[in-house]
């Protein structure tokens, strides 16, 4: 969903840390090739550095997360922008992300040593609906929700989750790409009953090892229980039903990913005249997760403008490092508005 409160937050350029890097010539997909029928096209990318801390630059540690680089991205493409879901390789080389307004994006990433850096190679192209066709309405094509359906991750399986006419799709793109037609992920009852825009916003599914192997996790952005608890349900599995996350501060999710042990970190934003624009990241413990319970946890990292580089942050997405950190990466939702940003920011797990 966007927060088109923040439309005026946007730090001035003068403010910036680094003048817009080269525009990159593009010359080839970073996902699959191209497929005869798909609207597919390539997108000029800008990037910049950018730090986390701008007005102490020199630190390097944030709660529980610790600072690995981040960009911001700018295109004139006009389907640029907009990205509420986040995939990455296995290596953190190659990125898929959908758009709000039902875009696949992919690229690739550069590092400079161990530091995010850059990206190149952008590739844009619709989702395509049950039997190929194009969605029809903005209320079909607002996904935002992306992740793995197995470990594969971008070059298997993707779930999509669509908040307005609420459901879950799966993309075979490993192996079509933008030409994956997707399959129906059945929803209980309740989770099509949310208010308007409040409702579907960030799915994953736990892999072989953990307790929950097979079981889809959905989570609302804010459709509240009885008790003011953000609903969820885990979907398929040994034990499905509702589950819920215990709201505070006036966080709302975003989305969500799920660590290799089966612990689930939630992405979460906010927004005041008196905090500006927030962001959050909670990693809750896999052990507690079954059906009915109501979910907290751990606060990795929370950060609010105008003290931390943050947008509209709405996607999130883990890998292992070559050198093997887990890495953790979110991106923003620049609600296609010129005064918000793109940005690509990434963290790994503190070891203490």
């Keep these: 969903m966007p927060a088109r409160c923040l439309t005026a937050l946007r730090p001035a350029c003068a403010a910036r840390l680094c003048l817009f890097a080269t525009v990159v010539a593009l010359s080839a997909p970073a996902g699959p090739a191209s497929a005869a029928g798909v609207d597919e096209k390539p997108v000029d990318l800008e990037a910049a550095a950018v730090s986390f801390a701008p007005f102490s630059s020199a630190t390097e540690r944030f709660g529980g997360l610790e600072w690995r680089g981040g960009i911001e991205i700018d295109s004139d493409h006009e389907n640029f922008g907009g990205y509420s879901g986040l995939v990455l390789s296995k290596d953190g080389t190659k990125l898929v992300a959908v758009s709000d307004r039902g875009w696949w994006f992919t690229a690739d990433?550069?590092?400079?040593?161990?530091?995010l850096s850059g990206i190149a190679n952008g590739r844009t192209a619709?989702?395509?609906?049950?039997?190929?066709?194009?969605?029809?309405?903005?209320?079909?094509?607002?996904?935002?929700g992306l992740s793995a359906y197995g470990p594969k991750g971008t070059s298997g399986d993707l779930l999509v989750a669509f908040e307005r006419r609420e459901r879950i799709l799966r993309y075979r793109f490993g192996r079509h790409g933008f030409k994956a037609r997707p399959k129906t992920i059945r929803l209980p009852r309740d989770a099509?009953?949310?208010?308007?825009?409040?409702?579907?916003?960030?799915?994953?599914?736990?892999?072989?090892?953990?307790?929950?192997?097979g079981t889809?996790?959905?989570?609302?952005?804010?459709?509240?229980?009885?008790?003011?608890?953000?609903?969820?349900?885990?979907?398929?599995?040994?034990?499905?039903?509702?589950?819920a996350i215990r709201r505070t501060e006036d966080f709302d999710i975003t989305d969500?990913?799920?660590?290799?042990?089966?612990?689930?970190?939630?992405?979460e934003r906010r927004f005041s005249v008196i905090t500006l624009a927030g962001m959050r990241i909670r990693r809750i413990a896999h052990k507690d997760i079954r059906r009915n319970a109501v979910l907290d946890g751990e606060v990795l990292l929370q950060a609010n403008q105008p003290t931390r580089t943050i947008d509209n942050m709405e996607g999130i997405a883990v890998h292992r490092s070559p050198g093997g950190e887990l890495r953790i990466t979110i991106i923003s939702d620049d609600n296609f508005n010129p005064v918000q940003r793109t940005l690509l920011l990434q963290f790994a797990l503190a070891k203490d």
């Design 192 to 213: 099509r009953r949310a208010k308007y825009n409040k409702e579907l916003e960030a799915v994953a599914r736990f892999g072989k090892g953990t307790q929950l192997a």
């Design 109 to 115: 990433v550069a590092y400079d040593g161990d530091r």
């Design 256 to 267: 969500m990913a799920i660590l290799p042990g089966g612990d689930v970190l939630v992405l």
């Design 126 to 144: 619709r989702l395509l609906g049950p039997g190929g066709k194009r969605f029809k309405g903005n209320h079909r094509q607002d996904a935002e």
């Design 216 to 243: 889809i996790i959905a989570l609302s952005e804010r459709f509240l229980d009885k008790k003011g608890n953000i609903r969820g349900w885990l979907i398929g599995g040994r034990r499905p039903g509702p589950i």
